[in-house]
């Protein structure tokens, strides 16, 4: 694994909301103006908290992952 | 000016009436239509319902509905009604704006969405497109070039959203009812803000193909209404199957008219306090009005009875991260090359689809399929769950967007597929409207609709008008 992604240190990513805010949206292709990614930046610890949520339930890992279908919630 | 939101209405306020009073002689569709027209005339500029107004074909479908009466045809209880449908879901008069620079201009150009052609099919006469916020999502952009919708009991005040003029439209009598999509709760949080009445329905149970997809596990197209029987009429035209929508279910479609008895005897109808009602800062006006409705629902004959989802929170965080992924999946080349043609509130809503990553989706597709797991033994022990729609009144419109959702109450019912109806609970704060949420099992959107419909025999918040010191914006 290289020690940096477009510049920036991993560890610098894991810990800093906007060196990972920066390289997400670069990843994805996006370019919003300077002043907005700043938003970005203020609203992405919400976000990924909202995210690691889903991980703190341990019975929800061993859940099938699928669409809800007419079968699948016949009898819900 | 104001008082105008709040005239008396020479026409029927609801859907019911109107029938009734078409069919009695009292009243012919082409009246019913004028005057609504004159009212739109009159009040969408300060609303913001509409984005297009379909005059000319809307008066020809009246004229063609009073025929038919006089002809003997007789269609169902749509026929001669004038509705709003909400503009991501086509209609063949014109093309569908999305509220957006980005849509392509064709988009559904000259072609009804199955849930249109049906509601032609019975006679209903389509007014015109109402407004939406950009996509279905994010908050109120006063920025943009569309109409800024505005809430009718205080017109400095949001009135929810997405499908905000469906909502704005009802409650201040521009039209009977209409159709709103709901990925996270576009229907229910206008139906709460602005005192009305509107059902997510199950997932499935709608066709939404000729509608602007949104999030595609999640997007429903449902009624709006001041009453619950006002949204089962609309509800039995548009349900069931259609070939251009494989995630339409085949079930067959229940008489929902018949269902509505008001007689509530052995349903037992959970209550869930703990995720919404006794989370610290709650507003403790809605709070005695959630209390109330439990106690009129008792009175309609259910028993409540108490129950702790515990799922919730970690299904609502699914949702949001479920609808942030979907709808970037959808938008995501337009966003790489038109980002600044996106209003400010949608760019910001969709870029957070880029924060997830792809493990994140499929934990929240677990947490999907655990989810109903976990409802599936509250639902056990009941027929029904209710909740508040939202935990706060109508916010400013240059109020915290975000800090609003915290306290709203819909998404993770879209995660889950279930029929969530939201139904006027009374005054909060501010003399503001509240939303009292009915959550059913799938496909029991039956069930919904007869306990909200029990609901409203006993209360009359339903019938509730904006008063008339509604205030003006500065």
């Known amino acids: 694994m290289p020690e940096t992604i477009n510049g920036l240190r991993w560890s610098a990513m894991a810990d800093d909301p906007r060196a990972t805010v920066i390289a997400l949206l670069s990843a994805a292709g996006i370019a919003p103006p300077e002043q907005e990614v700043e938003a970005m930046i203020q609203s992405y610890p919400a976000l990924r908290a909202a995210a690691d949520s889903l991980y703190t339930d341990a019975a929800s890992r061993f859940a099938p992952a699928f669409l809800p279908s007419d079968e699948d919630l016949a009898e819900q | ?474």
């Not at chain 2, 409705?293 to 309609?300: I, P, T």
């Open chain 2, 1 to 474: 000016m104001t008082d105008a939101i709040h005239a008396d209405l020479a026409v029927p306020a609801t859907i019911a009436e109107a029938a009734a009073a078409l069919r009695s002689g009292y009243l012919t569709s082409v009246a019913l239509t004028e005057q609504l027209l004159a009212r739109v005339d009159a009040l969408d500029a300060k609303l913001g319902t509409f984005i297009a107004r379909f005059d000319a074909t809307a008066l020809a479908a009246a004229k063609q509905a009073d025929a038919d009466f006089a002809a003997g045809i007789d269609r169902g209880p749509l026929q001669g009604i004038p509705l709003g449908i909400k503009d991501i879901i086509a209609a063949r008069e014109g093309g569908t704006t999305a509220c957006s620079k980005v849509l392509d201009p064709d988009w559904g150009r000259g072609i009804d969405a199955p849930v249109v052609a049906r509601l032609r099919a019975r006679g209903a006469v389509v007014l015109g497109k109402t407004t939406t916020l950009e996509f279905a999502m994010g908050p109120p952009d006063p920025e943009g070039p569309f109409p800024l919708h505005r809430n009718p009991w205080d017109l400095e005040r949001w009135p929810g959203g997405s499908s905000s003029g469906t909502g704005t439209g009802v409650c201040a009598g521009l039209i009977l009812g209409g159709l709103g999509s709901d990925t996270g709760g576009s229907i229910r949080i206008p139906a709460a803000l602005c005192g009305i009445s509107g059902l997510k329905p199950s997932y499935g149970l709608v066709p939404k193909s000729g509608v602007v997809p949104l999030g595609h596990s999640l997007d429903t197209v449902g009624p709006m209404a001041r009453s619950a029987r006002d949204c089962a009429t609309i509800l039995q035209a548009i349900a069931g199957a259609s070939p251009d929508d494989p995630t339409s279910s085949r079930r067959p479609v229940p008489d929902y008219a018949r269902t509505l008895t008001g007689d509530l005897a052995g349903l037992r109808v959970g209550v869930e306090r703990d995720h919404h009602t006794r989370v610290a800062g709650f507003d403790p006006t809605c709070r005695d009005r959630f209390e109330a409705a439990v106690a009129a629902l008792e009175r309609a004959g259910a028993e409540p009875v108490e129950v702790r989802f515990d799922g919730y929170p970690i299904v609502h965080a699914a949702a949001l991260v479920t609808s942030a992924a979907e709808a970037l999946a959808y938008h995501r080349k337009d966003m790489q090359t038109r980002f600044a043609d996106y209003g400010r509130g949608a760019r910001h809503s969709l870029v957070m689809g880029a924060f997830y990553g792809s493990s994140d989706y499929v934990q929240a597709q677990k947490v999907r399929a655990w989810g109903l797991a976990t409802l599936r033994d509250v639902l056990g022990n009941c027929d029904v769950l209710i909740t508040p729609t939202m935990g706060l009144p109508a916010p400013r419109l240059d109020g915290d967007f975000w800090a609003m959702m915290e306290r709203t109450y819909t998404p993770a019912w879209n995660l889950l597929g279930t029929p969530a109806m939201s139904v006027p609970m009374g005054p909060i704060e501010g003399g503001l409207p509240s939303g009292l949420q009915i959550i059913g099992r799938r496909f029991d959107d039956a069930k919904v609709l007869r306990v909200a419909d029990a609901y409203q025999r006993v209360t009359d918040w339903h019938t509730q008008r904006p008063p008339s010191n509604a205030r003006s914006p500065s």
